[in-house]
């Protein structure tokens, strides 16, 4: 079978699909009531989201277990582990994280077009694509610049080869909406990494590298869970085994992977550049813990924006695979009002009770002080971090990585980067002036991606969906 030419497109389109909206996603349009279509939309997005909230933060919590039970192992323990997965493993996670929400793309249309046996190729065509890339990413691991830091990256380097199939699974479920099964193995990853931490770690004191192999497998089981659930049963319409057919098209998916997880990367690493940026500002170990406060609140409240960004992205892909283009843009509206929603309530909280905030962290009456002071900063913050992840996700459904990444860069490191520097040095300005110019690079983002997605035409992008999964069908058949 041939490619489709561009004029034979609209005939063959409407051939390969039974109905023109899968049952799933009919409801939305058959109702004509406002607030019904908002409810049950909202309940779609919420059925992806919450767990989505849920199982990140309990696999984040793995490493802060690490850290907790280490403590006890001694400062310079403790230090190292700290170093390593802030450092290396938030860059190596970003970026294959980034890498991983290329699936979103792809595994939503084709789930949303009904063409459920792609979702396992895709999965597939991913584990090769990101597990090169990590074998790439590992000379980061043995070149830490502090002894025990590198003794403890390098026997990280199993947790990190984990990640591709991590970041692929869970994408994989979350595309066709099986999102509880994500929240159940991160839940009891989570307890059995506790327990086993608190084993061998607290009472066996295995020391450092104990203590990683401790965190390589929980991670590892989190894997094992997701992996035999998929193949045991679980997905009978979209697992069909293994497949030749990963190894067309690898390159195509491996650009639009690279440019998902320059994306993400770019976001991911931004703020936390500013702790890096306080140890250079004058009162420096205040300026260090107000701000280290502030941004573990911000990292913590994140995890409910980038809840919304995955079901963002599945939801939207969902429709336009179907050629539900006003689905695809009632789900993103949809969407930025609930994250708005969500910010509105933190920002209240923050600007209501800054002090009772800091006092969870720190007794210290100069660190509650420069929190207090930071509050609108780190409010404002988090308002606009419940909006952009949101838009990203729009990107996202509709395959818009690469453009969001140059998006990013203008923005971020354009814009608010050296505003920040601006603000923060020459205009003395300290901490504030530099948060605030990196306020600004985010500003700039999201009005750039609002921009685009008003911009959109949802009846082009759901013709390009459809018009990829039948590509895909005819390379099959070749």
């Known amino acids: 079978m041939r490619i489709a030419s561009g004029k034979e497109n609209p005939l063959l389109l409407s051939s390969i699909y039974e109905n023109e909206t899968p049952p799933h996603l009919q409801e939305i349009s058959n109702d004509d009531s406002l607030v019904s279509k908002t409810w049950k939309e909202s309940k779609k997005l919420w059925q992806i989201a919450g767990p989505s909230i849920f199982s990140r933060p309990a696999m984040f919590s793995m490493t802060v277990v690490t850290q907790a039970f280490a403590g006890h192992l001694g400062d310079l323990n403790l230090a190292a582990i700290s170093i390593a997965t ?20 792809l595994c939503g249309q084709a789930y949303g077009a009904k063409q459920y046996h792609m979702l396992g ?86 020391g450092l590298v104990g203590t990683a192999i401790t965190l390589d497998f929980s991670w590892w089981l989190s894997v094992l869970g997701l992996f035999l659930y998929t193949v045991c049963g679980g997905c009978p319409l979209t697992w069909t085994g293994f497949s030749a057919q990963t190894f067309v098209g690898l390159w195509e998916f491996f650009k639009l992977s690279v440019a998902s997880g320059v994306m993400l990367l770019l976001e991911n690493i931004y703020y936390r550049a500013l702790i890096i940026v306080s140890g250079y500002m004058h009162n420096t170990e205040v300026a260090v813990d107000a701000l280290s406060i502030c941004v573990t609140v911000f990292g913590w409240e994140s995890m409910i924006p980038l809840g919304f960004l995955a079901a963002t992205g599945v939801r939207v892909a969902n429709e336009l695979g179907a050629g539900n283009a006003n689905g695809a843009k009632f789900a993103a509206i949809v969407s930025v009002l609930n994250s708005l929603l969500v910010g509105l309530c933190f920002l209240s909280i923050i600007i209501a009770t800054p ?8 007794s210290s009456s100069a660190v509650i002080t420069m929190v207090n002071e930071l509050a609108i900063l780190l409010a404002l913050t988090i ?48 901490i504030r002036g530099i948060w605030t110019g990196m306020i600004s690079g985010t500003v700039v983002q999201t009005v750039i991606l609002c921009v685009i997605t008003i911009k959109c035409e949802w009846q082009k992008e759901a013709q390009k969906a459809r018009l990829h999964i039948l590509d895909e069908n005819a390379a099959q058949q070749l």
């Open 383 to 430: 308002l606009l971090n419940c909006i952009q992840p949101v838009l990203t996700g729009v990107a996202v459904g509709c395959g818009w990585q690469a453009l969001v990444a140059f998006v990013n860069i203008g923005s971020y490191y354009i814009v608010g980067v050296p505003l920040g520097v601006f603000l923060g040095w020459l205009l003395h300005f300290d």
């Open 86 to 105: 802030t450092v290396i493993i938030s860059i190596s996670f970003g970026f294959l994280l980034g890498m991983a929400s290329a699936l979103e793309t």
């Open 121 to 206: 190729i895709y999965m597939q065509r991913s584990w090769i694509v990101l597990f090169i890339c990590s074998f790439l990413l590992i000379p980061m691991f043995p070149t830490s610049v502090a002894e025990q830091t590198g003794i403890f990256a390098v026997w990280l380097i199993p947790f990190h080869l984990c990640l591709p199939f991590q970041f692929t699974l869970q994408r994989f479920l979350q595309s066709q909406l099986k999102t509880a099964v994500i929240a159940w193995v991160s839940g009891c990853a989570l307890l059995v990494h506790v327990i086993v931490s608190w084993v061998f770690v607290y009472k066996l004191r295995v």
């Open 355 to 362: 002090e009772k905030l800091a006092m969870i962290f720190t």
